[in-house]
């Protein structure tokens, strides 16, 4: 990328900085804590930009100003040395500018949030509700390992192990930019503990990811609301089928139903099941932006399309493999074990090469 086009793209940046560090400075502002929370989100967005921004130019300064010595100094020791900065100088601009094109990179402003997440065994009966339980392991210990928080909001057992269902809200920095690229069907090759012929069969789970909308992000009238109120089940002490502590909450425009049962308490299992039915509403309007974004990268067909076959974990040969970007480890005890950070990765970058096509930087 020549320098000026990359100077006149972070110039714009800069002065866009600025502008908005005056802005978090005047009363109007302050007194809107939205748009407040919405400029300072992105100050703190631009800053790795500006920071990069400065020492691109002053190396730039520094090169230009190399080059000035070389031509006016005459003693060879100097010049031999001013030749050796020069070259030094040169040798940092090309890391420089990839690191800057991929800060120029609009980012998805949904990424710094925290995400509701669902588990839902598919095809291949208690198996898939199994192997839905062994995906519900290996996210609980990957959060672990990211020192995430994840509250189950309900579940449904399955009749053999596993989970029919798990409904979680994951909290943590950046959760959903992360887990957004878990959202897809996956399948499980493997001989089922019920099956006595020894022979392999094939299983399914979904996994949905949502970024987890605020209140600023959706306002949803009382009137709107039905509220309803009902015995827990499953574990949970002597309050189980005791007390109306589970809530059912019907969105009455949309007919979106969300339920939690988690809690012991009536008014905390309504506060989830509210940030949960704000989040479904939400992403009635998000799935648009998916839509779009999917029929341009493959590595977002996980979100773009939530049915789509993403992941195979095939226990005979120990292999794990991602379909988007064919992608194959043969780590799968690993993986299984929470270490998916690796997958990630290369998801992330995959995508981030076809952004940077798609910016024209």
Known sequence: MANNMILERLEGVKARFVEVGELLTKPDILSDMERYVKLNKEYKDLQPIIESYEKYKLTLSNITSTKELLGKEKDEEMREMAKIELEELNSRIPGMEEEIKMLLIPVDPEDDKNAVMEIRAGTGGDEASIFAGDLFRMYTKFFEQKGWKAEINRFSEGTAGGYKEVVMIVSGEGVYGIMKYESGVHRVQRV????????????AASVVVLPEADEFDVVIKSEDIRKDTYCSSGPGGQSVNTT??????????????????????????????????????????????????????????????????????????????????????????????????????????????????????
């Open 192 to 203: 089922p503990q019920t099956e006595t012929q020894g022979r392999i069969h094939t299983s």
């Open 244 to 361: 109306y502590s589970a809530i059912r909450l019907t969105h009455v425009p949309t007919g979106i139903v969300v339920t939690c049962q988690d809690e012991k308490s009536q008014i905390k299992n309504y506060d989830k099941a509210l940030v949960e039915l704000r989040t479904r509403l939400y992403n009635l309007e998000y799935q648009k932006y998916l839509d779009e974004v999917s029929r341009k990268r493959k590595t977002m067909v996980s979100t773009g399309d939530r049915s789509a076959k993403i992941r195979t974990y095939n226990y005979p040969q120990g292999r794990m493999t991602d379909h988007r970007i064919n992608y194959t480890v043969y780590n799968l005890p690993s993986i299984l074990d929470g270490n998916i950070q690796e997958v990630i990765d290369k998801l992330q970058m995959a995508e981030n090469t076809e952004r940077l096509k798609e910016s024209n930087i």
